[in-house]
């Protein structure tokens, strides 16, 4: 797998009219996983609202935005989805272009402004961003760590000793009012143990 920093390279490299309408498929597991200005290309030009539309499920392409850990306060957008999915986010392609294993360079025809001016690079760009700054930035799980306890032994022991309780506990036997009874104490040792 290429690294995420040439994959970010490709993506800046698009000043050359050739570029401007090459998606690049990065092959993860079992799906494609496309960057930046490729992801734009395929959630708004390829897998639009009138194309997902016709498809049976009509579920919008999930993308996603993180920050980058390369570049002080820049992010990046990705989508994916399964390779045996090509034809659903990708239908009307030009060409199809394996370079590697992992490597895969989609050729479409970009559409043409319904106002009748020129495509530029300027515009695409800006398209680009544009489209970027609507999607919300994914915050990344919380990496905290439980305090270590002073004295772990005791606190499995606890646990341990919690769980026989609740086995050894004749829940047919009791009326529903010990069963809540029991499992406020249950409550109350459990959060007494975290």
């Known amino acids: 797998m290429t690294k995420l920093e040439d994959i970010f390279a490709v993506e800046a490299e698009r000043e050359k009219t050739e570029s401007w309408n090459k998606i690049h498929l990065y092959k993860v597991g079992d799906f494609w996983r496309a960057y930046e200005w490729s992801a734009w290309l395929i959630a708004v030009i390829t897998y639009n609202d009138e194309v997902r539309m016709q498809t049976k499920d009509r579920k919008p392409l999930h993308v996603t935005r993180m920050r980058r850990t390369d570049v002080e306060g820049a992010t990046y957008c990705t989508v994916g989805f399964p390779i045996r999915s090509l034809d659903k986010f990708i239908p009307k392609r030009e060409n199809f272009e394996s370079k590697e294993d992992f490597h895969a360079v989609v050729t ?81 040792q459990v959060i007494a143990i975290l």
């Open 108 to 188: 479409i025809t970009l559409p043409q402004p319904s106002d009748g001016s020129a495509i530029t690079h300027e515009r695409l760009a800006e398209a680009v961003e544009h489209w970027k700054e609507t999607i919300v930035i994914k915050q990344p799980a919380s990496r905290r760590k439980k305090a270590i306890p002073d004295a772990p032994h005791s606190e499995a022991r606890a646990g341990v000793g919690l769980l026989t309780k609740i086995m050894a506990y004749p829940l047919e036997e009791r009326t529903a009012m010990e069963n809540m009874q029991f499992i406020r104490f249950l409550k109350d």
